[in-house]
């Protein structure tokens, strides 16, 4: 599903994408009821400021702002305890992927 408009991020799907393209994307993200529970979180467009808020966070960052297209946010729920980030990637330029990678050939 992909979000133009501030709200709540749905915990049913394991991808949400983020546009900001028309203006700032200020979202959450509640507390989940499935212990290991993986949600994915990929900003499309952050011409506008563009962020996430966890209800219950396992750490001190509870709000995770995106500046650059192709940013990803994955956490975990935890249980009690909250979300946890599980990885933040930036989506980089690279013209030999394969490369860099000893997987891709």
């Known amino acids: ?7 709540a991020i749905a915990l049913t799907e394991a991808i949400s994408i983020l ?5 700032a994307l200020t979202m959450t993200l509640a507390d989940s009821s499935t212990v290991g529970q993986h949600k994915q979180i990929v900003a ?3 011409d506008n ?3 996430v808020t ?12 995106f ?8 956490l975990v729920w935890t249980g009690s305890n909250g979300w946890a980030v599980f990885s933040g990637a930036q989506n980089t330029t690279s013209t030999d992927v394969s490369g860099n990678s000893p997987a891709v050939s």
């Open 1 to 7: 599903v992909t979000y133009t408009s501030d709200g």
């Open 44 to 46: 499309l467009n952050v």
């Open 54 to 65: 966890v209800t219950t966070s396992i750490g001190t960052g509870v709000t995770y702002t």
């Open 67 to 74: 500046d650059g297209v192709g940013q990803t946010l994955t």
């Open 19 to 23: 546009n900001a393209s028309g203006s």
């Open 49 to 51: 400021t563009c962020s």
